[in-house]
């Protein structure tokens, strides 16, 4: 079955560091989500999409940098990793509004 | 503070115990949305309410929404140790629908 997929996983890397998180969907649908989850914070917004070219701010945007060339693929971009940006990242798409989110299996990224 | 509520935040029943978890907004709900999120993995949806006095099953866990109160209830019944897991509640509170806003989840612990 088609879905979405992230990539990597899981993911080390130094503060200063540029990384890129990938989100793919099959599914075709308008809207792209990207959320950091920590402890003691729930699920917080980090960008969205509501079709290719199309993107905007969530809760907490600062330090990531999102594109939308194709309606499958939504990256985001860590320009320059901080160690409060160590968290797990989760995508997630939606087909139109009054429809659920589907999420993504996540990628872990610590930050040293 | 929060614009939507989850209670109780953990929960630790003995098999075979039913169990009710709680989500209430601060605004107008357009639509509620059931996930469960197992430790390490991504948020399976369970389950969609959209109308005033809906109801849903499936296997043992049934989820109402109450329009009036702004409220949603999710209800396991004869809980097993699949059961254990975060709930986290999704809503639609703006018209535009194309983001969920979530609460902080409900750890529930289901000991054999």
């Known amino acids: 079955d088609a879905g979405i997929t992230q990539s990597p996983r899981y993911k080390i890397t130094e503060t200063g560091r540029q990384v890129t998180l990938m989100c793919h969907q099959t599914?075709?649908?308008?809207?792209m989500f990207w959320y950091r989850q920590d402890l003691g914070h729930g699920l917080r917004l980090i960008y969205y999409s509501a079709a290719a070219d199309i993107t905007d701010k969530g809760e907490v945007p600062d330090g990531y940098v999102v594109s939308r060339s194709k309606t499958e693929n939504f990256p985001l971009t860590l320009e320059s990793a901080t160690r409060s940006q160590t968290s797990v990242y989760f995508c997630?798409?939606?087909?139109?509004?009054?429809?659920?989110?589907?999420f993504g299996d996540g990628t872990r990224l610590s930050i040293l | 503070s929060q614009e939507l509520e989850q209670s109780p935040q953990s929960l630790i029943v003995q098999e075979g115990k039913n169990l009710t978890i709680n989500c209430t907004s601060s605004?107008?709900?357009?639509?509620l949305y059931w996930y469960k999120q197992k430790y390490g993995e991504g948020l399976i949806f369970l389950m969609m309410l959209q109308k005033g006095g809906e109801e849903k099953s499936h296997e043992k866990i049934t989820a109402k929404l109450d329009e009036k109160k702004q409220q949603s209830s999710l209800h396991i019944t004869a809980s097993q140790p699949s059961h254990a897991g975060i709930y986290l509640c999704g809503a639609d509170v703006e018209t535009s629908g194309s983001r969920l806003t979530f609460g902080e989840g409900t750890q529930l612990t289901v000991n054999p």
């Open positions: 605004k107008t709900l357009y639509g």
């Open positions: 599914w075709s649908h308008s809207y």
């Open positions: 997630a798409s939606r087909r139109s509004g009054a429809q659920p989110q589907h």
